[in-house]
């Protein structure tokens, strides 16, 4: 059965229909979503329930997954998911200025996940266990749209430039108290340098840039994050953005080479939110 796409009314991102928990995950299959996936940048199944097992197996079909920082939320049985939730291991809600809180918090900046790695990653699956009445949707934004229509003063600003991304910087600006990384963790995630315009296989451009930038690399530091902010604002206006509501037992993909995404604020101390999170590791430098 050929996957079909239903494009959002933004033209971006499509929801996917014949993917079901029984279908077997062959080369057929992989090339569909692969091809759906670099068309719409955000891929969405809803209303079919996912174990872990199939979610690692879902993620392990695009290629190797990565094991993310932050140890103590990677899942007991699978450490390739990532737990992003507000339920603590006794079953309570966490308090707003608990460092698990704040580190959920700190996802509300828009960012792209794993730019902080030399090789970034290819995508990331989120799936939906359990979610807030209000709030806690996620949004997305079009970076291939945004450069495309990104003014020309500040083309000319972004063009030959590279970014300085580092996962220790944008950890230590979240928006509270976390308990310290290790020396040995921290030694893992080294800054590293990716050109501000990234030129996809296809020939395609976009921005890539987000939540995990510390610098311009060989600008004033800060007239360049002064800059950054300005592309940042610019490039997330309501007209590059899709806005997901999310529901029990929905799976989005998203590209992470071509797009940014944040949590929208809910009640965190107060309304449940269980996600599980597979991040498909990069095989190519940013250039």
Request: proline share 6%; with cysteine.
């Amino acid at each position: 059965m050929t996957l079909k796409f239903e494009q959002f009314d933004n033209h971006f991102g499509a929801r996917i229909h014949g993917l079901h928990e029984g279908r077997i995950i062959d080369e057929q299959l992989v090339t569909e979503l692969a091809a759906g996936l670099t068309e719409h940048g955000v891929l969405l199944m809803r209303g079919e329930e996912i174990s872990p097992n199939r979610l690692v197996e879902l993620g392990r079909a695009f290629g190797e997954l990565e094991i993310l920082p932050e140890p103590d939320k990677r899942h007991p049985d699978h450490p390739e998911i990532f737990d992003l939730t507000n339920v603590r291991k006794d079953g309570a809600v966490v308090d707003f200025e608990e460092p698990q809180a704040v580190f959920l918090r700190g996802t509300e900046r828009w960012h792209t996940d794993s730019s902080f790695r030399k090789v970034p990653c290819l995508c990331t699956m989120l799936y939906a266990v359990e979610v807030p009445d209000a709030g806690g949707e996620t949004q997305f934004a079009n970076m291939y749209a945004a450069l495309e229509q990104l003014p020309d003063d500040l083309r000319e600003g972004v063009n030959g430039k590279r970014l300085i991304h580092s996962y220790v910087y944008s950890r230590a600006n979240n928006p509270g108290r976390m308990d310290p990384m290790s020396p040995e963790e921290e030694a893992k995630y080294p800054p590293v340098s990716h050109p501000w315009v990234r030129t996809h296989q296809d020939g395609r451009q976009s921005l890539y840039m987000g939540g995990h930038v510390s610098h311009v690399e060989g600008m004033d530091l800060d007239q360049g994050r002064e800059l950054v902010e300005q592309v940042l604002v610019a490039a997330t206006k309501s007209e590059f953005v899709y806005e997901h509501h999310w529901a029990e037992h929905d799976l989005v993909i998203w590209d992470n080479r071509s797009t940014l995404h944040r949590l929208r604020p809910y009640e965190i101390s107060a309304r449940r939110r269980i996600m599980r999170r597979v991040t498909v590791a990069g095989v190519d430098p940013v250039r």
